[in-house]
Nanobody
Framework: QVQLVESGGGLVQTGGSLRLSCAASGRTFSSYAMGWFRQAPAKEREFVAAISRGGLHTRYRDSVKDRFTITRDNPESTVYLQMNSLKPEDTAVYYC??????????????????WGQGTQVTVSS
């Protein structure tokens, strides 16, 4: 069992920045990959970024490359999503998720076993 708790969401203007955090507990954090997903109103949940168990490998959806950075602090059991140059289309509920079976970062929702409750990010134009 893994528990995930996100924080750091909020309201920001276009071009601003936010850093999301996701604190994990329940299993050895360094043994599994982590991902961030988001879901806007009336839209499907979509992949944002993922990071390998050791933090050396990452992957991003094309629309956030060069703006978002995913990192992890294994001793602190926390994964972060630094979001810069935010745009209104980034508005969504952001979820972190744990992929217990793989060490490599996956973009597939079905690969993830545990999810946080989500944190709202709103970017005003």
């Amino acid at each position: 069992q893994v528990q995930l708790v996100e924080s750091g969401g909020g309201l920001v203007q276009t071009g601003g920045s936010l850093r999301l955090s996701c604190a994990a507990s329940g299993r050895t954090f360094s043994s599994y990959a982590m991902g961030w997903f988001r879901q806007a109103p009336a839209k499907e949940r979509e992949f944002v970024a993922a990071i390998s168990r050791g933090g050396l490998h990452t992957r991003y959806r094309d629309s956030v490359k060069d703006r978002f950075t995913i990192t992890r602090d294994n001793p602190e059991s926390t994964v972060y999503l630094q979001m810069n140059s935010l745009k209104p289309e980034d508005t969504a509920v952001y979820y972190c998720a744990a992929d217990l079976l793989a060490g490599a970062p996956s973009s597939s929702i079905s690969d993830y076993d545990y999810w946080g409750q989500g944190t709202q990010v709103t970017v005003s134009s």
